[in-house]
Each structure stands twice: as structure tokens, then as C-alpha cells.
């Protein structure tokens, strides 16, 4: 049976939501062209089984290990080198990744190395039409829809992060193990020496609830009251890019169309005017909460709920509120 490959990027040691939404797309695209799941995961050594049972509990079929010792950190040239040749030695018709950073830097090579036609961010599973396929992917910074059309097998496509809910679709594990070796030429660069931000916060492309604010804060000292809101609603913290700019807030918090692009399911804006660039990152979003004193603030046209007020009064009172209403309802 033919299957619908998944790589199922490992991070911390652990698969992330972005990986457990690529499978429910791949599972739902399987169960349409009568597929298997396999979820293909490259790493320097064997993994224990319970790393990999997440996998077949949403939906894979198999788990394939494509083991190296080469392979130990991420090098997008020798991920994607051994992606392909895996690829082209068993035939899969379909192969999809999470649009993370790395899953953006292997699809393009992973394309080319496999002959395969590429999708970019979609968001939504390929649909069959006449010989070929349809699918459909945000462009132009959210202002238009466009859909992709190609009769060109393999596809391999990247998978816009938060357009698929993680769904149980539990399987035996399955595993098996292969060796592949990436090329000296993929190798020319690796890195030497990674330092981690330290943080206890859920990251922001994985977060449901993120509170963001912008310049309307007027100044770094005043950050208390959004990390508290953050605190409550169990949110990550996001910021504008002025913001980050003047470094009132670390870069990896900018979101929009030159930071990070997100699409929780309640994005609070707090002091930030709704400019385009912004829009472009977080307009996705399934809920949107705008909290600015500028009734005319553009970010008004595209909320869901909107609070025209002083951020420094509402906000306090909103966690307040917040608070007491999960202390009432925690038992
Ligand atoms: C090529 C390019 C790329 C860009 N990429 C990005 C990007 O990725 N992300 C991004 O964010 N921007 C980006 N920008 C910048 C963008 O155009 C805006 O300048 C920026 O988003 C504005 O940030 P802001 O909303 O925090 O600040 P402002 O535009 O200054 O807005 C502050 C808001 O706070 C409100 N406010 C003031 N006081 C209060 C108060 N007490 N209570 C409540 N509200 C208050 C004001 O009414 C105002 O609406 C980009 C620009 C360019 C040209």
C-alpha cells in the first residue's frame, strides 16, 4: 500500500502540535485516496517507543526512523537530502511538513532534490481535479486566497501552522528503521554551538491564547500588566515590531508579515493600531480582541470584540475579571 509521508520533525525531544497537525491533514487525505500515514522522523539514533507512540496516535500507520551519525543536529541540506532519497526509493505520492522554520527550510530542497511539485503553506488538504490536484493557500499577507493546481506527482507541500486541528487517530506503533547517509556537500555548514532562550512560556506558533501589545504601552516598564493577563489566560506574549525594534521586548515575540505569523484561537491586542504588516501575521487568528483608546484604530476592522479604552485601566481590570471568574469555576 502507497502512503502519504509526514516528517514528523523532532524538537526538545518531543513531536510538536505543528507535527500532530500534519498528520490529522495527511490521515484526512488518506482516508480519501484509500493511503496510508507514514510519518518519516531523521535523527542521529534510535528513538524509545515512547517518544514515537504520539505518532501513531494521531494516525500513523508507520513511523519510519532515517537514522545517521550525521544527522545529530538540524542541517536543513542533509535533512532534506535524505528526505528525498528516502522519497525517490519508495515512491510516496504525497509528502507533507509543518511550515515551521525547518520545515520551511527543507520542503523547497526536499521539491527539487525529489522531482516533486511543491506547495507552499497550504491551508487545507489537497483536493483531487480532472488529472491533477487543487489546493488552497493564503497569499499576499492574508488579502487573497489562491489555489495551486498541479498534475505533477510527488507533491510535496509545507503545511500553514494552526489550519488543522490535531485529531486521536491511534494506531499500533509501528516502526522501522533505516540508515541513509546525506552527502559531504550537505555538510559544508553545521552548527557548532546552540544557546537557548530560556523561557517556561508556551512557544507562540503553538500557543492558543497569545496577549500581545504594541507602542500603545508607551515603555518597557510597563509590560508587568500583560505578563500578568499572559499569566492568567495561560497565553504566550507576542509584541509589534516597533516594539522589538526599540527592544522594549525581545525579537522572537515580533509578530507580522517580517516577524513570526500566528494563528491562535484568541489573539489579544493591546496598544497596537492594526497597521497592515501587523495584520499579516496574526489576521488568521479565530478569535481577535482589540483593546486601543483610538475608536478609529484600524485594528477594530478586523476584531471580533473590540474595548475602546485606556489599556492601563482595562487591561488590570480584564485580568481581575479573568482571575475571578477561573477561581469561581475551578472546582
Ligand atoms: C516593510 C515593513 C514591514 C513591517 N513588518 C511589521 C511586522 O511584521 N509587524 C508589525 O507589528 N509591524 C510591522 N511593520 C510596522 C507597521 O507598519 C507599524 O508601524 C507597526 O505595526 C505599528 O506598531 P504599533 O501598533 O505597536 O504602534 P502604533 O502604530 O504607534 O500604534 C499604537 C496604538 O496604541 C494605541 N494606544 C496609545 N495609547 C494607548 C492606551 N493608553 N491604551 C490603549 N491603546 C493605546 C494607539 O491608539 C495606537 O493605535 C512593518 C513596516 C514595514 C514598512
Known amino acids: 500500500m502507497s502512503a502519504i509521508g509526514i516528517w514528523a520533525e523532532i524538537s526538545d525531544g518531543r513531536f510538536k502540535k505543528p507535527v500532530l497537525e500534519a498528520l490529522t491533514a495527511g490521515r484526512a487525505l488518506a482516508d480519501k485516496e484509500g493511503l496510508a500515514v507514514w510519518a518519516v522522523v531523521v535523527t542521529n539514533e534510535p528513538l524509545p517507543e515512547a517518544t514515537l507512540q504520539p505518532l501513531a496516535e494521531y494516525g500513523a500507520d508507520k513511523v519510519v526512523l532515517i537514522t545517521h551519525a550525521d544527522l545529530k543536529e538540524f542541517i536543513p541540506n542533509a535533512y532534506a537530502r535524505v528526505l528525498s532519497q528516502y522519497l525517490r526509493e519508495v515512491g510516496l505520492p504525497f509528502f507533507f511538513l509543518p511550515q515551521t522554520y525547518n520545515g520551511r527550510a527543507v520542503g523547497p530542497m526536499l521539491s527539487i532534490w525529489a522531482d516533486a511539485a511543491f506547495l507552499s503553506g497550504i491551508n487545507a488538504i489537497p483536493e483531487k481535479e480532472g488529472a491533477g490536484y487543487k489546493a488552497r493557500r493564503i497569499a499576499y499577507s492574508n488579502k487573497a486566497i489562491e489555489w495551486i493546481y498541479t498534475e505533477h506527482k510527488p507533491i510535496v507541500a509545507t503545511l500553514r ?25 550537505d555538510l559544508r555548514a553545521r ?4 544557546e537557548k532562550v530560556a523561557t517556561d ?32 489566560l495561560g497565553a504566550a506574549t507576542a509584541c509589534s515590531k516597533p516594539v522589538a525594534d526599540v527592544g522594549w521586548r525581545p525579537h522572537h515575540e515580533h509578530v507580522g508579515q517580517t516577524g513570526i505569523q500566528i494563528s ?55 485580568t481581575e475579571a479573568i482571575r475571578r471568574y477561573k477561581e469561581q469555576h475551578s472546582h
Do not use: C
Open 264 to 318: 491562535p484561537n484568541l489573539y489579544i491586542a493591546i496598544g497596537i493600531s492594526g497597521a497592515i504588516q501587523h495584520l499579516a501575521g496574526v489576521a488568521s487568528s479565530k478569535n481577535i480582541v482589540v483593546i486601543n483608546n483610538d475608536p478609529e484604530a484600524p485594528f477594530f476592522k478586523v476584531a471580533d470584540y473590540g474595548i475602546v479604552g485606556d489599556a492601563f485601566e482595562v487591561v488590570p481590570r480584564l
Open 191 to 194: 552548527p557548532v554551538k546552540v
Open 161 to 185: 501552522l494552526n489550519s488543522f486541528i490535531p485529531a486521536k487517530a491511534s494506531r499500533p506503533l509501528q516502526v522501522e528503521t533505516k540508515t541513509i547517509a546525506p552527502l559531504a556537500d
Open 201 to 232: 512560556r508556551v512557544p507562540l506558533t503553538e500557543a492558543e491564547i497569545v496577549v500581545s501589545a504594541g507602542r500603545g504601552l508607551k515603555g518597557p516598564e510597563n509590560w508587568g500588566m500583560v505578563e500578568e493577563l499572559a499569566k492568567v
